[in-house]
Structure formats: C-alpha cells, structure tokens
C-alpha cells in the first residue's frame, strides 16, 4: 500500500491552519486583568485537562499581549461567545477597529471569581487560577484550576468551522 504524500509530508503554518478549520469549534476568548489593565485574545486552543481537579488548558501565542497579564495576574477566563458576537471575536481576533482595552466596552464586562474580564454576554465563561505554563516552539500552554463557571440561558453559540464563522 503506498502512503498518501499530502499526509505524509510536512506542512507550513498555513496549511497546518486550514488543516486545523476541518474541526468546528465554539469560538472562544481568553481574558485576564493585567497590570495594565484588560486583555484578551481569540482562542483557538482552549480545551479542559482534567475533571478531577477540574482545569483547563490555552494555548498562548508569545506574540499575544495578553500573554504578560495572564502571567502576572495568574488567572484567566475562557468566554464562549453567542452566534451574534462574531464582531467581538473578529476584534479579540485583531481583525476589528477596537484594539487592547478599548475591546472591553464598560457595562459588558463583569467577574466571577478571579478577577479576569468575564463576557456577560457569554453562553458559558470557564474562570480559572493558573497553576502551571510552559513554553512549546513559540507558544506558551497555560493550565489553570477551575475557580468558578456560568453558563448562560442562550443557545445560540458561535462556531468557526472551515475558515468561516457559523451559527448554531
């Protein structure tokens, strides 16, 4: 049997990403409260860990500002966004007018437990301590403890799916 050469050669970051875009994924942003303040990016690595103790895992781009405001508040908040925020994540995603703190528009924002930024709008928010980080290539994998959660009424949520965002 001879092997298939797309599965068996090695791929660049951007066939890796499309690669990536066969899953769907409810679209997902990471906050922190910083020194500086507010910050946050889009997720597209956010998965739990273990059930017992209860935690999850984010990967974090070096690149990412909002790296310095998990490390240093040792907390962070994974915010499951509705079908109608494709926006907020297109601005957490750098693609929107809004950058760094000016993405926290007042009145939208509370928090649980921790102190990060938790989307009131959320169907879900994960609010986690950071027990653990460590460094792969360019990214740094946070694992935090459950601290608290809340899910919402709604169940509209956002996915991406194939390049391309999508209600369910």
Sequence with gaps: MSENPSTTAPIDAKTFWRALGMRAIGVSVVTAQGEDGPAGFLALSATHVTADPPSML?????????????????????????????????????????????RFEPGRWRTL???????????????????????????????????????????????FYRGQYRQV
Excluded at 69 to 81: G, M
Aim: net charge negative; proline share 2%; hydrophobic share 40%.
């Design 58 to 102: 984010v990967s974090i781009d070096d690149r990412t500002h909002a790296l310095q405001a998990v490390l240093q508040s040792r907390h962070f908040a994974i915010n499951y966004l509705p079908g109608s925020e494709q926006a907020l994540a297109d601005s957490f995603g750098g693609r929107g007018a809004l950058k760094g703190h000016d």
């Design 113 to 159: 437990t921790t102190g990060a930024p938790v989307f009131s709008d959320a169907i879900g928010a994960i609010d986690c301590t950071l027990e653990e980080t460590f460094r792969f290539h360019n990214t740094t994998i946070a694992i935090g403890r459950v601290a608290a959660f809340h899910l919402s009424e709604r169940s509209d949520a956002l996915l």
